[in-house]
């Protein structure tokens, strides 16, 4: 009898590490779900950091004129009165011709 009761406890003790260990709620899940967590705490630094950084560039184009002087020549190409437009144009293929060399 007591052999018996041992038995059962053994089997109620192996299921139950088994369930801890790889069921639903276990120590697997609960690592799976730590390192999701850090790559995501990873992912909103990120994000943080770039939101920063747009914050920044709205404020600067609010209430500066320097950051839309920028834009306006980087991105439209527009120039001062008297200045002089230079433009250096890279060959598609990289490579660099020569003018006596055809």
């Known amino acids: 009898m007591l052999r018996w009761v041992a038995l059962i406890l053994l089997v109620l003790l192996v299921a139950l590490q088994v369930q801890l260990w790889s069921g639903h709620g276990g120590l697997r899940e609960m ?14 630094e990120v994000l943080k950091k770039r939101n920063e950084t747009l ?8 209430h500066g004129n320097e950051a839309i002087e ?3 020549r980087s991105e439209l190409g527009l120039i001062k009165p008297g200045e002089t437009f ?6 598609a293929d990289g490579k660099v011709q020569r003018r006596d060399e055809h």
Do not use: Y
């Open 55 to 62: 914050a920044a560039e709205v404020e600067d184009l609010k």
């Open 31 to 44: 690592w799976r779900l730590q390192q999701n967590l850090a790559e995501q705490k990873k992912a909103n």
């Open 86 to 91: 230079i433009q250096v144009v890279e060959p």
């Open 70 to 72: 920028e834009r306006a």
